[in-house]
């Protein structure tokens, strides 16, 4: 079955840039989907189709989509980011998770 | 506005059986691809299982094919999944979710519910 890995936990100072990456077996020729989610609440779609950006998505808010790794990038990340962060793509039928990632704005 | 919202969840003993529902509103049910999907305390989210738009087209994940059964009712609109033959490890949120779809093709779950926790335990 098709697997997308991701950094359990990553680390950015408030104003700087967050990178979180995906990978998974030519990833690059899949659509991938990033998605937030904070403590107690439901996921939210941050990034759709590699790039693009859900109505109401702040700018700083981007992603992109080669070879194996699909990367969410977060610009000027702020204190109300800090989240866990789920990429997605299809595999054929079936629709798989990577195991997310853990944001922490310190 | 848009608004899934799940009921169905509960405490049930490993083997038991139980069903979920999510009600939809605010858009055109019969227009969309809808899925349940899952999140186990702690742990990230899985895909459960998606059922077109009218229903013949139906994917269910390994982890729980030949023991749930996803299902629709278009003029209820109304998503539901009948979950048998439960075990331990089905323990989780469960969330009910529309997807999103362009010209591209799939563009993402755009709405979800706020799930609903089922618990199985002896």
């Known amino acids: 079955s098709y697997e997308l890995t991701q950094p359990p936990s990553v680390s950015v100072s408030p104003g700087q840039t967050a990178s979180i990456t995906c990978s998974g077996d030519k990833l690059g020729h899949k659509y991938v989907c990033w998605y937030q989610q904070k403590p107690g609440q439901s996921p939210v779609l941050v990034i759709y189709?590699?790039?693009k950006r859900p109505s109401g998505i702040p700018e700083r808010y981007s992603g992109s989509n080669s070879g194996n790794t699909a990367t969410l990038t977060i610009s000027g990340t702020q204190a109300m980011d800090e989240a866990d962060y789920h990429c997605q793509a299809w595999d054929t039928t079936t629709v798989v998770f990577g195991g997310g990632t853990k944001l922490t704005v310190l | 506005q848009v608004q899934l919202v799940e009921s169905g969840g509960g405490l049930v003993k490993p083997g038991g059986s139980l069903r979920l529902s999510c009600a939809a509103s605010g858009f055109t049910f019969s227009d969309y691809y809808m899925s349940w999907f899952r999140q186990a305390p702690g742990k990230g989210l899985e895909w459960v299982s998606y059922?077109?738009?009218?229903?013949?087209?139906?994917y269910y994940a390994d982890s729980v094919k030949g023991r749930f059964t996803i299902s629709r009712d278009n003029a209820k609109k109304s998503l539901y999944l009948q979950m048998n033959s439960l075990r331990a490890e089905d323990t989780a949120v469960y969330y009910c979710a529309r997807w999103h779809y362009d010209s591209r093709g799939f563009a993402g779950i755009d709405y979800w519910g706020q799930g609903t926790l089922v618990t199985v335990s002896s």
């Open positions: 189709q590699d790039n």
């Open positions: 059922i077109s738009s009218s229903g013949p087209t139906i």
